[in-house]
């Protein structure tokens, strides 16, 4: 189980909402980065 | 296996065998919260008695573990003592309700954060917000920014009124404050990977083709950053050229060179992303943005609203006032 349970704060109404790094930057980030590098290889030999 | 309505209605009614003999007056509130990109996330809320701070927690998360085998008991106690701490977490916030009441209060704290307006309808129209091609800018008011959290509060309508201000003024705020408090940050994508992996960047491959990541220092709604003028002519300056943009998600945008490709090319590569790598809730667009360094503007490259209206089924998805047709300026921000 994860150490952080998702949690924001009511005050009075008002909802506080907490967010902490997201996860998925590195995985986000690595698809792009794989994608345009595949691309700039095949622009690069065509 | 309880389904997650089930785990939800488990969760509510069993909760308070977890919390200690002080709370278990409390009210335990289970409800739905609607969050980026309409998604709806199962909550509960423990208001202890008499107090105006109240924890609200998120059943998703926890499903998912409870799925994957983590046992429910284990789970339970786990977040009988997640709520005991954030009630004594919550106490600094006990401020909020009255400190929010008043205007000039929280004007100094007033940010941008950018989303997605098809996805957001529901949101949009309880919401302030600035349209921006196929983006909508809404407006927070930041509680807590620090390197690894931010606390906010998304500004509604009503607060909008009851505060007796306007869109224009919340926009001219954001411009001053968000640079300010969420610092703009633009690193190359071999950075950007060393940072989110936790790995050097000599580790990371050298990408034959330049890019970039446009965040903030908290890497959190930083995809609010493209609006930063100033941010992006440096950008434009390193690069050498004019850039598009590529909506990575809620958190940051990816800049490339023009010269790179075109921008049906790029949008494919977005929506490929978006459909594998990026939650529901961190989408911002399928689409691409061209920054234009001579004309200070970012507009769309792949297509238009007017194209995005046409294919829309609900027609209402994007008011396309005539301003809003053209190229948009980002506002130059006092860092």
């Known amino acids: 189980m994860k150490e952080v349970i998702a949690m924001d704060m009511n005050a009075a109404g008002v909802l506080v909402e907490k967010e902490k790094k997201p996860e998925g930057t590195a995985k986000r980030l690595a698809g792009y980065a794989l994608k345009i590098s595949k691309k700039g290889k095949e622009k690069e030999h065509a | ?335």
């Not at chain 2, 998703?60 to 789970?75: I, V």
């Not at chain 2, 106490?91 to 704290?109: A, Q, R, Y």
């Not at chain 2, 027609?315 to 980002?330: I, L, M, R, S």
Request: aromatic share 6%; proline share 5%; with cysteine.
């Open chain 2, 1 to 335: 296996m309880l389904n997650l309505e089930e785990f939800h209605d488990y969760v509510a009614d069993h909760i308070k065998d977890f919390l200690p003999a002080e709370l278990q007056d409390a009210e335990v509130k289970k409800h739905m919260v609607a969050k980026n990109n309409d998604q709806e996330y199962h909550a509960i809320t423990i208001q202890p008695e008499g107090a105006i701070v109240a924890p609200t927690l998120y059943m998703e998360t926890m499903f998912r573990d409870y799925q994957n085998g983590a046992d429910l008991n284990q789970m339970m106690t786990k977040l009988g003592d997640t709520i005991a701490q954030g009630l004594a977490d919550g106490k600094s916030l006990g401020h909020i309700s009255t400190d929010f009441t008043d205007f000039e209060n929280v004007k100094d704290n007033v940010i941008m954060c950018l989303v997605g307006r098809e996805k957001n309808q529901k949101l949009l129209a309880d919401c302030p917000h600035t349209n921006m091609e196929d983006l909508a800018i809404v407006y927070r008011v930041a509680v807590n920014a620090n390197d690894e959290e931010l606390s906010s509060i998304l500004i509604h309508n009503a607060q909008m009124e009851a505060w007796g201000t306007s869109v224009e003024e919340l926009q001219a705020l954001a411009e001053k404050n968000t640079p300010r408090i969420l610092q703009p940050t633009v690193v190359t994508m071999e950075e950007a990977l060393s940072q989110a992996m936790g790995i050097p960047a000599e580790d990371i491959p050298p990408s034959a083709v330049p890019m970039y990541v446009i965040s903030n220092r908290t890497k959190l709604s930083g995809a609010a950053t493209i609006l930063n003028d100033e941010v992006m002519q440096e950008l434009a300056q390193r690069m050498g050229e004019n850039f598009y943009v590529l909506p990575s998600s809620i958190h940051e945008c990816l800049a490339v060179p023009e010269s790179f490709g075109t921008p049906q090319e790029l949008s494919m590569l977005v929506q490929e992303v978006n459909d594998t790598e990026v939650t529901p809730e961190e989408r911002l667009s399928d689409h691409v943005y061209h920054y234009d360094a001579e004309k200070h503007t970012l507009s769309l490259a792949d297509t238009s609203v007017e194209e995005l209206q046409k294919v829309s089924e609900k027609n209402e998805n994007y008011d396309t006032k005539p301003d809003q047709a053209e190229a948009q300026k980002p506002r130059r921000h006092t860092r």
